[in-house]
């Protein structure tokens, strides 16, 4: 059975670290490993909005020496034209690999349930375990290096219930980190994530604290991540979210509460003015395009971890 990248914690701490050993090697030669070298092909498929995550997998899969072949979830309707089992049936036929940014998280475990190839989550609606990759390495790249993440402090504000918030919390305690995540009530996470992150930070260290408390999540941490009030399948919300989350923004006050050398990350799409300021974004903690650049390498990474392991 194939390896699949479905949540954060699909790579056990050990595990995590291979990755992000290739996610720096990948930094420092771009072409060091070759995996999908033929071309083989990868699907990219969508069924949300996409920028960087359509990039750096594109790029990256031709930079492992494949062929990305992106399909339009518009257009393939999975789940309403045909069913989550058959689109995946006529895919692992042809692709090493599918990567696949939906909704539920139901549909990419039925997907990873029947694939005969590796599954990536590329986002849904409950994790986003590729960009908490490219934060990991965003955090060792300013503090030194890989062995630099275990005991560092960081805090995740805004809401907190949402996919980001998930990820930060099982893949950060996994790389023995310390996290923070701040948001009000209605936007805290899952208890069962709550839980799977403090079983996992029992073993290696880290810890998990969740609050209502901005100040207190954020005062002393070395990170300090924003991500939007609104995530994708959210918009009918919007205005109450606006509302509900309106105590809960970067800014400079908030930010200098944190270590004086904090870094700020953001997954972006950022909405200056709202999560977090324009001050803080484009200030000089902001991280921010490193993080986003440190997608290609990260995924690269996942990807060759994943290929190898079948
Ligand atoms: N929480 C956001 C992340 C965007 C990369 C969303 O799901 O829209």
Not at 1 to 27: C, G, K, S
Not at 182 to 194: F, H, K, R, T
Not at 203 to 216: H, L
Request: hydrophobic share 45%; proline share 5%.
């Amino acid at each position: 059975m194939p390896r699949h990248f479905l949540r954060d914690d699909d790579l056990a701490p050990a595990e995590q670290r291979e990755v992000l050993e290739l996610a720096w090697a990948f930094r420092e030669d771009r072409f060091v490993r070759t995996p999908l070298s033929g071309p083989r092909a990868v699907a990219l498929l969508f069924d949300k909005p996409t920028l960087r995550t359509q990039v750096s997998f594109s790029v990256g899969v031709a930079e492992l020496g494949g062929f990305p072949t992106l399909v339009d979830g518009r257009l393939a309707q999975v789940g309403v034209r045909e069913s989550v089992a058959d689109v995946t049936r006529v895919l692992d036929r042809q692709v090493a690999a599918v990567v696949w940014r939906t909704f539920g998280q139901d549909r990419i475990e039925e997907m990873a349930g029947v694939s005969r190839v590796p599954v990536v989550n590329a986002l849904t609606d409950d994790f986003h375990p590729c960009q908490i990759l490219a934060d990991l390495l965003t955090v060792a790249q300013h503090r030194g290096g890989l062995d630099a993440l275990p005991g560092q402090r960081l805090a995740y504000v805004g809401d907190a219930g949402n996919n980001m918030a998930a990820s930060y919390l099982l893949g950060g305690v996994t790389a023995g980190m310390h996290v923070a995540v701040a948001g009000p009530e209605g936007y805290l996470p899952p208890a069962d994530i709550v839980a799977r992150a403090e079983e996992i930070a029992a073993t290696t260290g880290g810890s998990v604290t969740v609050t209502t408390d901005v100040r207190a999540a954020v005062t002393g941490a070395d990170v300090v991540a924003a991500d939007t009030w609104v995530s994708m399948g959210d918009e009918d919300e919007a205005t109450e979210r606006l509302a509900a989350l309106a105590g809960y923004q970067v800014d400079g006050a908030l930010l200098a509460v944190a270590k004086d050398d904090a870094i700020l990350l953001h997954c972006l799409p950022a909405y200056r003015g709202k999560e977090v300021t324009a001050e803080v974004i484009d200030g000089p903690q902001s991280v921010v395009w490193d993080e986003a650049e440190n997608r290609l390498h990260a995924q690269k990474a996942v990807l060759t971890f994943l290929l190898e392991q079948r």
